[in-house]
T-cell receptor, first 115, second 113 residues
Framework: DSGVTQTPKHLITATGQRVTLRCSPR?????VYWYQQSLDQGLQFLIQ???????AKGNILERFSAQQFPDLHSELNLSSLELGDSALYFC??????????????FGEGSRLTVL | SQQGEEDPQALSIQEGENATMNCSYK?????LQWYRQNSGRGLVHLIL?????REKHSGRLRVTLDTSKKSSSLLITASRAADTASYFC?????????????FGKGITLSVRP
């Protein structure tokens, strides 16, 4: 158990809809990262927050947005969903502000299926 | 874009054999990490090697790093069926002053009992 909690584990929705994925980081970790994993694209970095502030941005679509709340949990909002958004969405956390300098702790992921 | 590229894409070995997986990357790094993912589960950190290190051990794992060739290898000795998983190398890359971890597409390791 990594200590990172993601909900929901599975989500099935229709094209055009909007969903929210939630992540609670490990106790004491200030950074939260969101990754998307699909068969064709592999594991893609989306966005990172550190202590409530956006820290780094990757290949995140404009239809997607995220935020980190004062209690450090984070939400990833996906809107106007398309079939290609079907993927595993992972949240990871770390103590420090830099994603490359230490170990990331991953949640079990939220599997999104868009029909 | 993917920074690390693993090789081979898939590897099948017999229990007890050693498994060697390779990773190549394109730009300078500060460190390289290896992660493991069981099917449909979250990634688990295995080992981190810094750019000024050449070799690192952790239990049955041995990682090497050759910064001149921009490559790393992960060796799992005396493999077990439970080692069956996907293995990813990840490199740090800077966006301005910030560092993010970029993953390769992974190697699927199957260990036959």
């Amino acid at each position: 158990d990594s200590g990172v909690t993601q909900t929901p584990k599975h989500l099935i929705t229709a094209t055009g809809q909007r969903v929210t994925l939630r992540c609670s980081p490990r106790s004491g970790d200030l950074s939260v990262y969101w990754y998307q994993q699909s068969l064709d694209q592999g594991l893609q970095f989306l966005i990172q927050y550190y202590n409530g502030e956006e820290r780094a941005k990757g290949n995140i679509l404009e239809r997607f947005s995220a935020q980190q709340f004062p209690d450090l949990h984070s939400e990833l909002n996906l809107s106007s969903l398309e079939l290609g958004d079907s993927a595993l969405y992972f949240c990871a956390s770390s103590v420090g502000p830099s994603g490359g300098t230490g170990e990331l702790f991953f949640g079990e992921g939220s599997r999104l299926t868009v029909l | 874009s993917q920074q690390g590229e693993e090789d081979p894409q898939a590897l099948s070995i017999q229990e007890g054999e050693n498994a060697t997986m390779n990773c190549s990357y394109k730009t300078s790094i500060n460190n390289l990490q290896w992660y493991r993912q069981n099917s449909g589960r979250g990634l688990v950190h295995l080992i981190l090697i810094r750019s000024n290190e050449r070799e690192k051990h952790s239990g049955r794992l041995r990682v090497t790093l050759d910064t001149s060739k921009k490559s790393s290898s992960l060796l799992i000795t005396a493999s077990r069926a439970a080692d069956t998983a996907s293995y990813f190398c990840a490199t740090d890359g800077y966006i301005g002053a910030n560092s993010k971890l970029t993953f390769g597409k992974g190697i699927t390791l199957s260990v036959r009992p």
